[in-house]
């Protein structure tokens, strides 16, 4: 499995373009970051450890596959959790940072941040590809 790690707020510098509306971006290197378009969440499901205790913890297990072309070098993917009344209670990037090959799937772990109470809050999920370059 690929080892998560938190999107830095900043990927350096962006060059910024505007064409048909959209923005297009890129990378300290120069290469364009992508439509997430060429990556698709084939499998996933809300996973619990330890309900009703203080140690208790929420995840988002998933299989995303690159449906793109090309390899992907960053991709992200992004969790959304909701609470009571659809209440958004936190949202979290995760990313894969290796090269990944056309038609390659692999395993992502979004965990939600806080245990306890707060976990136990969370009754439903979105789950969707933010970017990918």
């Not at 992508?34 to 988002?60: C, F, Q």
């Not at 290796?98 to 789950?127: K, T």
Request: hydrophobic letters at 40%; aromatic letters at 8%.
């Amino acid at each position: 499995m690929h080892r998560r790690a938190f999107l830095p707020l900043a990927l350096g510098p962006l060059a910024a373009g505007v064409g048909a509306g959209c923005l297009e971006y890129l990378d300290d290197d120069g290469e364009e970051i992508t439509d997430p378009g060429d990556v698709e969440i084939v499998w996933h499901d809300l996973v619990r450890d330890d309900p009703g205790t203080e140690d208790e913890r929420v995840a988002v297990w998933g299989i995303v596959r690159n449906v793109g072309d090309r390899t992907l070098t960053y991709i992200e993917i992004r969790a959304t959790f909701f609470g009571p009344d659809d209440e958004e209670l936190e949202s979290v990037i995760e990313n894969v940072d290796e090269d990944v090959s056309s038609g390659e799937e692999w395993a992502v772990e979004v965990e939600f941040p806080h245990f306890g109470e707060r976990a136990a809050e969370v009754e439903r999920y979105e789950l969707e590809p933010a970017t990918g370059v």
